[in-house]
């Protein structure tokens, strides 16, 4: 089984989006069994809050409910229990790394090779969609050529 925790600021725009697009691409290839995935935050400011409504009616729009989801801040013990973490920026890189005390596995790594913008200062929810399906989608691809 792929573990994945996607990682934001907030976890409550980029990260959840790119854990339930993911979900949704792994569960159309017939491959959700395969996965286990899930999304964090580096900050504490929005733990317990649900995914931020714009990003809620975004992911709704293409037929994904991310129903139930609560921001969770990242921890020390995910870098243990994940295979891959995937920071959307520079700056969540900067800080997962910190938190996680290192990198020594190669398991951090950003989305894409640019930064994912946040939509939380943007407000422009269809770059983040369109960013982390391209970013989801060379993810899964590439983990299927690991096989």
């Known amino acids: 089984m792929k573990k994945i925790l996607f ?28 996965f286990e995935i899930a999304s964090a935050a580096t900050s504490t400011e929005e733990i317990g809050n649900p995914v931020y409504p714009p990003a809620r009616r975004k992911l709704a729009e293409h037929g994904i409910s991310c129903e139930g989801k609560t921001a969770r801040q990242l921890t020390r013990r995910d870098y243990a229990y994940y295979d891959l973490l995937i920071g959307m920026d520079t700056y969540n890189i900067r800080n997962m790394t910190r938190m996680c005390g290192g990198d020594p596995n190669g398991k951090i790594r950003k989305l894409l090779d640019r930064d994912v913008a946040d939509p939380w200062y ?22 299927a050529c690991q096989k």
Do not use: Y
Request: charged share 25%; aromatic share 6%.
């Open 7 to 34: 990682v934001c600021h907030g976890n409550i725009c980029r990260s959840p989006m790119a854990e339930f697009i993911m979900k949704h691409l792994v569960s159309e290839a017939g491959r959700a069994g395969e």
């Open 122 to 143: 943007t407000d422009n929810f269809d770059a983040t969609w369109r960013d982390c399906v391209e970013g989801c989608t060379q993810l899964l691809n590439e983990i």
